[in-house]
C-alpha cells in the first residue's frame, strides 16, 4: 500500500498546484457529463472554504470539501457545514479512503467549531456510505439555488444526510429546508 496523508486547508492557502491536481481528480471523473472543473463554483454548486485532500506521494487521490452556512430548517437557523466533492481517485479505490476522508472532515469541523450539523444532499446509492460513516438521513422539503442560478426544490424524500457536530441529532429541526444559496 502506497503512503498516504490527509490534510485539511482552507480553500484559499491552496496553491496552483493544488488546484490543477484538484481539476485533474475531478475531471477524470466528471468531464464528460459536467466539462471542467472550477474551483470557485464546481459544476454550478457552492465551492468550499475547506478541503480535506488526501495525498498519495505528490498526487491528490481523494478530496472532501465543506463550507460554513447558516440554512433554514422551518423556522430554525442552523449553522452547518455544508459538505460536497467527496471523491476517491478510481485507482484509490476500495482501500476504506473515503471513510478516513469523511472521518477527517468530520474531525476539522469539530475542531473549526460552532457548527451544529455537518449536512450534505447525495444520490441514494451512497446513502449507506455516508451511514457508515456517521450520517444520519433526514426526511424534509429542500429548498435552494440549483446548478442553474435558478430556485430548486425537491420533495421530501430525496436524500439527506446529517452529521451531529456540536449538536445531538435529536436537535435536528423539523421542516422544510431553506440552504439559502446554492447546494454543495
Do not use: K
Not at 466528471?30 to 506521494?57: E, K, L, M, N, T
Not at 460554513?68 to 467527496?86: K, L, T
Amino acid at each position: 500500500m502506497t503512503d498516504r496523508s490527509i490534510e485539511v486547508a482552507a480553500h484559499n492557502a491552496l496553491g496552483a498546484r493544488d488546484f490543477d491536481q484538484l481539476a485533474r481528480l475531478f475531471n477524470d471523473e466528471y468531464f464528460y457529463d459536467f466539462g471542467p472543473w472550477d474551483s470557485d463554483q464546481p459544476y454550478g454548486y457552492a465551492p468550499h472554504d475547506r478541503h480535506v485532500i488526501c495525498r498519495s506521494g505528490d498526487d491528490i487521490v481523494g478530496h472532501v470539501g465543506w463550507a460554513r452556512r447558516v440554512i433554514g430548517v422551518g423556522d430554525v437557523e442552523v449553522i452547518i457545514a455544508g459538505v460536497g466533492g467527496v471523491l476517491v481517485s478510481e485507482r484509490a479505490r476500495g482501500q476504506r479512503l473515503g471513510n478516513r476522508l469523511m472521518a477527517s472532515a468530520a474531525q476539522s469541523m469539530l475542531d473549526a467549531g460552532g457548527f451544529d450539523f455537518g449536512y450534505l444532499g447525495c444520490r441514494e446509492e451512497v446513502v449507506p456510505f455516508y451511514t457508515t460513516c456517521g450520517w444520519r438521513r433526514v426526511y424534509a422539503a429542500e429548498w435552494s439555488i440549483g446548478r442553474d442560478g435558478r430556485p430548486a426544490g425537491d420533495a421530501p424524500g430525496h436524500p439527506l444526510m446529517v452529521l451531529p457536530v456540536a449538536s445531538e441529532l435529536a436537535a435536528w429541526p423539523v421542516g422544510t429546508i431553506d440552504l439559502r444559496g446554492r447546494a454543495w
